[in-house]
């Protein structure tokens, strides 16, 4: 079965860090790009990041560009995203999602989600 | 970058109701569209992709049409179960955008 498994949420101060983990399973992680897309409370869906299988390109929303990093380690099936210099706008779900192949692609399996709040 | 403009923001419907979602890119995104559901309280689900085609599993009276800047989803009968929040998306290249969401409700 293909699992998704995010961790490393948490309560974090303005202008601090977080390193979010997405631990893959049930595919073959690094022929699949993958992705992560936030959730505000109460608002919509907003794509933050994504990477490609092979680690090579990365991508990222003007609201996160300079401050996020996404990355992955295919030896061990997990994606990461360092959230740096947080703000309180940052504050969500945040969702790892597997593209459907190694790059432009639909979203065809989510993550239960890590929540980050962002509080002074 | 391009933008993704859902409409209606909210529709109310009554089961068995022929349903209908707006999507519209600006600029145009070829068949790069994918629509997603969001139950309340849940995570996101695939529904359709490249347009029009429908991923396994998804109950067939979803369906998805449109090509370049306008799309649409149609629920041809509507269920108790589809109550949710629908989002497109654009996947041609990024920013991988999603419009703001037509929230169903019964």
């Known amino acids: 079965e293909v699992q998704l498994l995010e961790s490393g949420g948490g309560v974090e101060q303005p202008g601090g860090s977080l390193r979010l983990s997405c631990a893959a399973s049930g595919f073959i992680f690094s022929n699949y790009a993958m992705n992560w897309v936030r959730q505000a409370p109460g608002k919509g869906l907003e794509w933050v990041s994504s990477i490609v299988g092979s680690g090579t390109n990365t991508y990222y929303a003007d609201s996160v560009k300079g401050r996020f990093t996404i990355s992955r380690d295919n030896s061990r099936n997990t994606l990461f995203l360092q959230v740096n210099s947080l703000r309180p706008d940052d504050t969500a779900v945040y969702y790892c999602a597997k593209s459907s192949s190694g790059s432009y692609d639909a979203f065809n399996i989510w993550g239960q989600g890590t929540v980050v709040l962002v509080s002074s | 970058d391009i933008q993704m403009t859902q409409s209606p923001s909210s529709l109310s419907a009554s089961v068995g109701d022929r349903v209908t979602f707006t999507c519209r890119a600006s600029?145009?995104?070829?068949?790069?569209l994918a629509w997603y559901q969001q139950k309340p309280g849940k995570v996101p689900k695939l529904l359709i992709y490249a347009a029009s085609t429908l991923q396994s599993g998804v109950p067939s009276r979803f369906s998805g049409s449109g090509s370049g800047t306008h799309f649409t989803l149609t629920i041809s009968s509507l269920q108790p179960e589809d109550v949710a929040t629908y989002y497109c998306?654009?996947?041609?290249?990024?920013?991988?955008?999603f419009g703001q969401g037509t929230k169903l409700e019964i």
């Open positions: 998306q654009k996947y041609n290249n990024a920013p991988y955008t």
């Open positions: 600029p145009g995104i070829s068949n790069y």
